[in-house]
């Protein structure tokens, strides 16, 4: 991005709290060169991404 604009001055953040861990890693080291400083913590539920669709009894036209 820098290389497009040279002119622009550029604002990384330095902590970033609302991702989970793996998500923002991803970013951390893509574009903030492992600089970044993750305070995020995983919670037990598994994945860091998950889609829960609506129950078959929720659904129209199963019951």
Not at 24 to 41: A, G
């Amino acid at each position: 991005m820098a290389g497009l604009f040279p002119g622009i001055p550029k604002t990384l953040l330095r902590e970033h709290y609302r991702c989970h861990p793996q998500i923002i890693d991803f970013c951390n080291r893509k574009f903030y060169h492992n600089q970044l400083i993750i305070l995020s913590e995983a919670q037990p539920a598994g994945s860091p991404c998950s889609f829960t669709g609506p129950s078959p009894e929720t659904m129209r036209g199963t019951g």
